[in-house]
């Protein structure tokens, strides 16, 4: 029996899957742990990762060495994406969490972690042709499957935290900030060349703020458990309503909003900007909400390599 233990350090949040898995292949998930730490917080124009958010993110991941130093030999697969990708400061970040924590994490390419984001969706729900859409806290991962490969794929820097920091104001957002930020968002899918090959696919979202997307609205439609988005469906008109009826709210009237993360108040309408500006470009009617994403692709991916 193996341990893999899965880190994930987003821009946002930080999270770790344990997974037990057995000689045969046979696997289960007996752990999983997430720390909003917003690492990519006030990173500005040079891009440096600030001491606060260092902080946060050191005392998230030593809280996660509590829990896996207790198992026998765990399989550490430790990965970041974004904010440490983009960062100036990233080797001396990389360093002191090594230093302190004895963890090495790997640094990925957006390409990498699309590639995963596919492998988590592709073994978890019933997909032949269609876009995925992860959008993180400092980045976005599109990538066009079909007939169930892997087509194309492009990581644009552009996230929740990002969106939200770069143009929106953390409480009552303004007309003209939300044209500005819409119109930046569509520049950049405009300069996605392949993009409209998916025109009238289903589109599947994935990362934290699709995902607070598809909670509201099974909180709203008074789902026994709503946190469990994995194939869920929303359509295009509820999509539009709930961003519609965010924008209706200060900051407080968000935290309030049921399925809404507080800790994701502030950034939420930045999060949804990209997957609702998609559902318009493409004209898709039906997004499919997934929980499994990158930590579950690194497991599939692990589960490949025993087989080999």
Not at 39 to 49: C, D, F, R, T, W
Not at 67 to 85: F, N
Not at 223 to 229: G, I, M, Q, R, T
Not at 294 to 306: H, K, Q, S, T, V
Request: proline content about 3%; charged content about 20%; cysteine-free.
């Amino acid at each position: 029996m193996k341990n893999l233990v899965v880190i994930d350090l987003g821009s946002n949040s930080v999270r770790m899957t344990i997974t037990e898995v057995d000689n045969h292949g046979n696997y289960q998930t007996v752990n999983q742990i997430k720390r909003y730490v917003r690492l990519s917080a006030n990173m500005g124009p040079e891009k440096v990762l600030q001491p606060d958010a260092i902080d946060r993110t050191l005392a998230a991941l030593s809280d996660f060495k509590d829990v896996y130093s207790q198992l026998e030999k765990p399989d550490i697969h430790a990965v970041a994406t974004a904010a440490v990708r983009q960062a100036s400061n990233q080797k001396a970040f990389l360093k002191q969490v090594k230093e302190q924590l004895g963890l090495s994490l790997k640094v990925i390419s957006g390409a990498t972690e699309a590639r995963y984001d596919y492998l988590g969706v592709i073994n978890t729900l019933p997909m032949v042709n269609g876009l995925i859409v992860d959008t993180g806290g400092g980045s976005s991962e599109l990538i066009l499957v079909q007939n169930q490969q892997l087509k194309h794929v492009v990581s644009i820097p552009l996230g929740s935290v990002t969106l939200s920091q770069n143009y929106l104001e953390a409480d009552v957002v303004e007309s003209a900030s939300l044209f500005k930020a819409m119109t930046f968002v569509n520049n950049v899918f405009n300069d996605v060349w392949w993009l409209r090959e998916a025109t009238n696919l289903p589109i599947i979202g994935l990362g934290g703020a699709n995902r607070t997307l598809a909670k509201i609205n099974r909180r709203k439609k008074n789902f026994l458990n709503a946190e469990d988005v994995h194939g869920y469906k929303l359509t295009d008109e509820d999509v539009y309503e709930t961003l519609t009826q965010l924008l209706g709210l200060d900051l407080e009237g968000r935290k309030k909003v049921p399925g809404l993360a507080k800790e994701r108040a502030d950034i939420i309408v930045g999060g949804l900007i990209p997957v609702t500006l998609l559902m318009r470009l493409l004209d898709s009617q039906q997004i499919t909400f997934s929980n499994a994403g990158l930590r579950d692709g690194i497991l599939f991916e692990y589960l490949n390599d025993l087989k080999a």
